[in-house]
DNA sequence: GCCGTTTTCGGCCCGACTGTTTTCAGTCG
């Protein structure tokens, strides 16, 4: 049991509560718990070990107990009491956008509905509109959010969490000496979401590898040991595979696995018209079936005339003809970043001080942060009121005057509410430094309508960037039903910055979406959306790895500039 | 269910939005 087990336990349980009309504190307790334990930095087992579980905000004597009862048995009684209770899937349910407790409840009395393919049918065949409080537009409504819910994708694996486990794994069976490891696969290419995680190794010492591998902490299953090729069942169902291969064909099964197919295929067919042919085997010379001498990826893309591909662009999305043509982006690096302009701070629903986020930005070494705390419409995420804002400007002046090569600006993340209006005045948004909008409502409004709002925002004078353009979850919901062009026109008219948000399970815009919107020179900005600290690092490596997927370079994002060339370009005094 | 305390209980507890209504029930962040 991880810390990722742990916490869905008892977000599932948080669910299951809110199902049986349980006290609102109490569910909010489970999910404050729940989000702590996903968080954690530490081991959980580790916590344990050292009797510090009740060190964790939110976790007191009763939760303690209900983790030690996780961690040995795998659940505990009250969760095994109230999954019996309740016959409906409510997790599954609950993913639907405007399924909550009190309708589920009510569906699962009047018409039987446990899951997602009851609600389906049961909207399909009008019998929803019967029920009190509902009608002919929910049964719409409650069809177009299932086809979101379909296509959202929740059976894969988000980057991140994948990119961590390979990490992990990565430096296990490298401290067996004479040990090259390479993570290959989708998760090397940087995907947003991921099937499995892929190894190839080379090791002088085979047999230790796979005992190491098979034998590792988080392994549930082993679906196959061979010699030269072992596949397992990973914590959280997440398969994992492994190849021992000879070091000559290191990099041409790099380049195998890595993929993706179309790349691959599409290499394959400059091979042959070249009289080469290449496979996981290298490069092997038609003519005279000599084999070309290819140990590493490099030679093998220079000896068919083309420069090194990096791994996120190997999509087959036009840059093998940009490395033929010597013309392939300098993409974006973290070392690139000069700042952050979508921070949370504890003003509103972050965790962290003004100051301790201007630390952290100060060690990342950016020269400038923008706090963008909620808007008043978002209250439960404590939204700022005008009255709070001003005071909070007060207070970044105060640490502003600390400094005098670092900057703190003054933003907020201003809500673009139903009716299209932005949440504060022009009076108070003139104020801001930057001002950063964004859709928090009406997910499953119709395209037309959401587009009006995103247009509208982008058409105001005061706004500068729009954030999570699409308003996806990954693996929980698809965004709402924008017309993605219609939205980049408007931006590039309005000189507006796309954001890209680097959340972990937001990751939006796309990679496709910022390559485009690089192609009709719209200006881009990689933020981390984060509301603690600990986010800000993590969530820039995410957000560049989709920049670099969408072939950005620093000139195309707005916070590579330094200080003062950011703030020119934004008009900052 | 946690937390803090004038320390073993009481506070935590918003407000916009939608779809159904014509004053409300429910969801969402």
């Known amino acids: 049991m991880e810390?990722?087990?742990?916490?869905?336990?008892?977000?599932?349980?948080?669910?299951?509560?809110?199902?049986?009309?349980?006290?609102?504190?109490?569910?909010?307790?489970?999910?404050?718990?729940?989000?702590?334990?996903?968080?954690?930095?530490?081991?959980?087992?580790?916590?344990?070990?050292?009797?510090?579980?009740?060190?964790?905000?939110?976790?007191?004597?009763?939760?303690?107990?209900?983790?030690?009862?996780?961690?040995?048995?795998?659940?505990?009684?009250?969760?095994?009491?109230?999954?019996?209770?309740?016959?409906?899937?409510?997790?599954?349910?609950?993913?639907?956008?405007?399924?909550?407790?009190?309708i589920l409840q009510s569906l699962y009395k009047r018409l039987g509905i446990k899951n997602v393919d009851d609600l389906k049918e049961a909207a399909r065949t009008h019998r929803i509109r019967r029920l009190p409080n509902m009608g002919a537009r929910k049964e719409e409504r409650i069809l177009n959010a299932i086809k979101r819910y379909e296509k959202r994708g929740a059976d894969r694996i988000l980057f991140e969490t994948a990119r961590q486990i390979a990490d992990d794994i990565k430096s296990i069976l490298e401290t067996i000496p004479y040990t090259k490891v390479s993570v290959v696969g989708s998760v090397?290419?940087?995907?947003?979401?991921?099937?499995?995680?892929?190894?190839?190794?080379?090791?002088?010492?085979?047999?230790?590898?796979?005992?190491?591998?098979?034998?590792?902490?988080?392994?549930?299953?082993?679906?196959?040991e061979a010699d030269k090729w072992v596949s397992i069942i990973y914590n959280g169902g997440i398969p994992v595979d492994l190849q021992i291969v000879n070091d000559d064909y290191f990099g041409p099964t790099q380049i195998h696995l890595t993929g993706s197919k179309e790349h691959n295929i599409h290499l394959q067919q400059i091979a042959s018209s070249m009289n080469l042919h290449?496979?996981?085997?290298?490069?092997?010379?038609?003519?005279?079936?000599?084999?070309?001498?290819?140990?590493?990826?490099?030679?093998?893309?220079?000896?068919?005339?083309?420069?090194?591909?990096?791994?996120?662009?190997?999509?087959d999305r036009?840059?093998?003809?940009?490395?033929?043509?010597?013309?392939?982006?300098?993409?974006?690096?973290?070392?690139d970043i000069k700042g952050d302009l979508h921070i949370h701070s504890n003003w509103s629903d972050g965790k962290s001080t003004i100051q301790q986020i201007a630390d952290e930005a100060r060690s990342l070494g950016y020269e400038y942060v923008a706090i963008c705390d909620h808007s008043k419409s978002r209250a439960n995420a404590s939204g700022l009121s005008e009255g709070q804002l001003l005071r909070r400007m007060n207070e970044i002046e105060k640490i502003n005057n600390r400094y005098d090569d670092f900057r703190i600006l003054a933003g907020t993340e201003c809500d673009i509410k139903a009716n299209a209006s932005l949440d504060y005045n022009s009076n108070i948004l003139e104020k801001m430094d930057i001002v950063i909008a964004?859709?928090?409502?009406?997910?499953?409004?119709?395209?037309?309508?959401?587009?009006?709002?995103?247009?509208?925002?982008?058409?105001n004078e005061h706004v500068n960037v729009l954030a999570h353009p699409t308003g996806r979850r990954l693996g929980e919901r698809a965004?709402?039903?924008?017309?993605?062009?219609?939205?980049?026109?408007?931006?590039?008219?309005?000189?507006?910055?796309?954001?890209?948000?680097?959340?972990?399970?937001?990751?939006?815009?796309n990679d496709i979406n910022a390559k485009t919107a690089k192609e009709m020179g719209i200006p881009l900005a990689i933020n981390t959306d984060a509301h603690w600290t600990h986010d800000m690092s993590r969530n820039m490596k995410t957000g560049i790895n989709v920049a670099r997927r969408g072939w950005l370079e620093p000139k195309d994002v707005v916070n590579t500039q330094n200080l003062d060339d950011f703030c020119n370009f934004m008009g900052i005094d």
Do not use: W
């Not at 190894?199 to 549930?220: A, H, L, R, S």
């Not at 590493?296 to 662009?313: A, F, H, R, W």
């Open 188 to 224: 090397r290419r940087q995907n947003e979401i991921v099937n499995n995680i892929n190894f190839i190794v080379t090791t002088d010492y085979p047999e230790d590898v796979i005992n190491c591998f098979t034998q590792m902490k988080g392994v549930q299953t082993i679906l196959n």
């Open 318 to 335: 036009g840059e093998i003809e940009s490395a033929f043509n010597g013309a392939l982006p300098e993409l974006v690096t973290a070392d």
């Open 278 to 315: 290449l496979s996981k085997f290298g490069l092997i010379n038609l003519e005279d079936g000599n084999k070309l001498i290819s140990k590493t990826e490099n030679d093998i893309y220079q000896k068919m005339g083309l420069d090194y591909i990096p791994p996120e662009l190997r999509e």
């Open 3 to 102: 810390n990722h087990d742990v916490a869905r336990i008892f977000s599932k349980t948080a669910k299951m509560l809110e199902f049986q009309n349980a006290s609102s504190y109490k569910i909010k307790a489970y999910n404050r718990a729940s989000y702590r334990i996903k968080n954690l930095k530490e081991d959980i087992n580790k916590l344990h070990e050292d009797d510090k579980l009740d060190s964790i905000p939110g976790i007191g004597k009763s939760f303690k107990n209900k983790i030690v009862d996780i961690l040995n048995t795998g659940t505990f009684p009250e969760y095994e009491k109230i999954s019996q209770e309740i016959p409906v899937n409510i997790e599954e349910l609950m993913a639907i956008p405007g399924m909550g407790p009190r």
């Open 479 to 509: 965004g709402y039903d924008v017309d993605m062009d219609k939205l980049m026109e408007t931006a590039k008219r309005n000189n507006k910055i796309l954001e890209i948000n680097g959340s972990p399970s937001r990751l939006d815009l």
């Open 438 to 459: 964004a859709i928090h409502t009406g997910f499953d409004e119709d395209k037309k309508t959401i587009t009006k709002r995103v247009v509208r925002a982008l058409e």
